[in-house]
């Protein structure tokens, strides 16, 4: 896919069962032009997840690995459906090489200023700054100083009150945990309540990202 056209929220699922992922996955597809999926490798079941996440809702949403940390999670992720990998820390030569042969995205973890203009020498299509609320959203504004403007994922510490200052500092796309959902709303199976918390996420990136 055009990386320009890559969503700007990044749904990060850690420790979901099966139902649950499909379920929120089900309410993300509904907005699949905003939302994207992250299946952590640390997640029981995460190859089953990714592959009926593909098979339910593939054709429209976007769906990928997180905490890919070496090759064998990239060719597993791969195999089962993943359009894009998504990592903790930086990627290796063999991570990239592999992806960019299947035409995954990729979307490497760094911090310093060394190291993202690294990651997207070796190939990043994304470059993941991660913890984001470590460095702050003013470190996003002074980036874009002697860099233009990048292809940048804020992760870490991302919710629904902080993540428009975020865009509006620089980064391009943002990558959000367990404060992207309520939990009650997953566990009681309430399709409107995450729908109507999705369509605030969705108002911000309209607003913000124009």
Same mark, same amino acid.
């Given at each position: 896919?055009?990386?320009?056209?890559?969503?700007?929220?990044?749904?990060?699922?850690?420790?979901? $069962?099966? !139902? *649950?992922?499909?379920?929120?996955?089900?309410?993300?597809?509904?907005?699949s032009?905003?939302f994207?999926? #992250?299946?952590t490798?640390?997640?029981?079941? %995460?190859?089953?997840?990714?592959?009926?996440?593909?098979? =339910?809702?593939? &054709?429209?949403?976007?769906?990928?690995?997180?905490?890919?940390?070496?090759?064998?999670? =990239?060719?597993?992720?791969?195999?089962?459906?993943?359009?894009? /990998? /998504? @990592?903790?820390?930086? +990627?290796? !030569?063999?991570?990239?090489?592999?992806?960019k042969?299947?035409?995954?995205?990729?979307?490497?973890? =760094?911090?310093?200023?060394? *190291?993202? $203009?690294?990651?997207?020498?070796?190939?990043?299509?994304?470059?993941?700054? +991660?913890?984001?609320?470590?460095?702050?959203?003013?470190?996003?504004?002074?980036?874009?100083?002697?860099? @233009?403007?990048?292809?940048?994922?804020?992760?870490?510490?991302?919710?629904? #009150?902080?993540?428009?200052? %975020?865009?509006?500092?620089?980064?391009?796309?943002?990558?959000?945990?367990?404060?992207?959902?309520?939990? &009650? &709303?997953?566990?009681?199976?309430?399709?409107n309540?995450?729908? #109507?918390?999705? *369509?605030? %996420?969705?108002?911000?990136? *309209?607003?913000?990202?124009?």
């Amino acid at each position: 896919m055009d990386i320009n056209n890559f969503p700007k929220i990044t749904a990060i699922l850690r420790g979901y $069962s099966i !139902d *649950e992922a499909m379920f929120i996955m089900d309410s993300l597809n509904k907005y699949s032009d905003y939302f994207s999926v #992250e299946v952590t490798t640390n997640s029981d079941n %995460y190859l089953r997840i990714i592959q009926q996440g593909n098979l =339910a809702f593939g &054709d429209k949403l976007l769906i990928g690995a997180g905490t890919v940390l070496n090759l064998q999670h =990239a060719k597993e992720s791969i195999d089962a459906g993943a359009k894009f /990998l /998504l @990592g903790p820390e930086k +990627f290796s !030569d063999d991570i990239f090489d592999y992806a960019k042969n299947k035409n995954v995205i990729t979307v490497p973890a =760094a911090m310093s200023s060394s *190291e993202i $203009s690294e990651m997207f020498s070796k190939g990043a299509d994304i470059v993941k700054v +991660f913890p984001a609320n470590v460095v702050g959203i003013n470190y996003f504004k002074q980036l874009a100083g002697p860099y @233009g403007k990048q292809n940048l994922m804020a992760v870490g510490g991302m919710n629904i #009150e902080n993540i428009a200052s %975020y865009f509006s500092a620089g980064a391009k796309y943002v990558g959000i945990g367990s404060a992207m959902f309520n939990k &009650d &709303d997953i566990k009681n199976r309430n399709s409107n309540l995450m729908l #109507e918390r999705l *369509e605030r %996420y969705v108002s911000i990136i *309209e607003e913000v990202c124009k």
